[in-house]
């Protein structure tokens, strides 16, 4: 099968898709000031977040990363696992990022703790937040507690895995069961393009707790062949017909 070049990166645009240098730039993130962008949904929330976060510092910018759910703490020396203003300015100056939170189990880290946010936010820098969990399933429908997305958002990144597509809604979706009764189908039925468009489009799901004032993007990840691409562009248009026009298409990065 012919494969898409890495690292690339479209916006929908005028019933195409078109190149865009950065996620920031696809996002509407790109000007904005010390912005929160809160990244939700499934198959790929973590590379999406790295990718952000690797854009602020090629600027020369700083940038913050934790979640409100949990996250898997990688071996690199810019993650935090304590709320310390000290350390974090220390990890900042060194390494123009932190990744802080605090100690859970298999290997994650989870939220900071509440009175711990006002450090963050004084600090007056953008912001990356992980507001959901999927155990690295391509789709997902959130559960009643689900997503946890701070009231400071100003940027909502929506993401799925398109890797999902033509699977069964038992295998590829975390919480399967919620995702069949909002699409009215059976676990047994395959994703079908339509149905992540109507995810992407649902106040029960991808939009599910979006300030009303923030940006909403739906970003298609995992678009690393030539099919998956143009099964990218077709939900872009069914999204573009439910009203949402902010949609970037990404493949995974490579080291």
Request: proline share 5%.
């Amino acid at each position: 099968m012919a494969r898409v070049k890495n690292k690339m990166l479209y916006i929908y645009k005028k019933n195409a898709l078109c190149d865009v240098d950065s996620l920031r730039q696809a996002a509407g993130i790109l000007d904005a000031d010390h912005p929160v962008v809160s990244v939700t949904g499934a198959g790929g929330k973590t590379s999406s977040i790295r990718r952000l976060a690797g854009e602020y510092i090629r600027s020369g910018q700083k940038v913050i990363v934790m979640t409100t759910t949990h996250l898997m703490v990688e071996e690199e020396p810019w993650f935090l696992l304590e709320p310390s203003e000290e350390k974090m300015r220390e990890l900042l100056e060194t390494y123009s990022q932190v990744w802080v939170g605090t100690p859970a189990e298999n290997r994650r880290m989870g939220p900071v703790p509440d009175e711990f946010l006002n450090v963050i936010w004084n600090m007056e820098l953008p912001v990356l937040v992980e507001a959901d969990g999927a155990r690295q399933l391509p789709l997902k429908v959130p559960g009643e507690q689900e997503p946890v997305i701070l009231p400071q958002t100003t940027h909502l990144l929506s993401v799925y895995g398109l890797d999902g597509i033509g699977g069964r809604i038992r295998d590829v979706f975390f919480r399967p069961e919620r995702a069949a009764e909002l699409l009215g189908r059976q676990p047994e039925d395959l994703v079908t393009v339509e149905d992540v468009a109507l995810l992407a489009s649902s106040e029960d799901a991808g939009r599910k707790g979006c300030p009303a004032d923030a940006v909403y993007t739906v970003v298609l990840n995992k678009a690393d062949t030539l099919r998956l691409k143009a099964r990218a562009l077709e939900i872009s248009r069914e999204l573009e017909k439910a009203g949402i026009m902010r949609i970037a298409v990404s493949s995974r990065e490579e080291d």
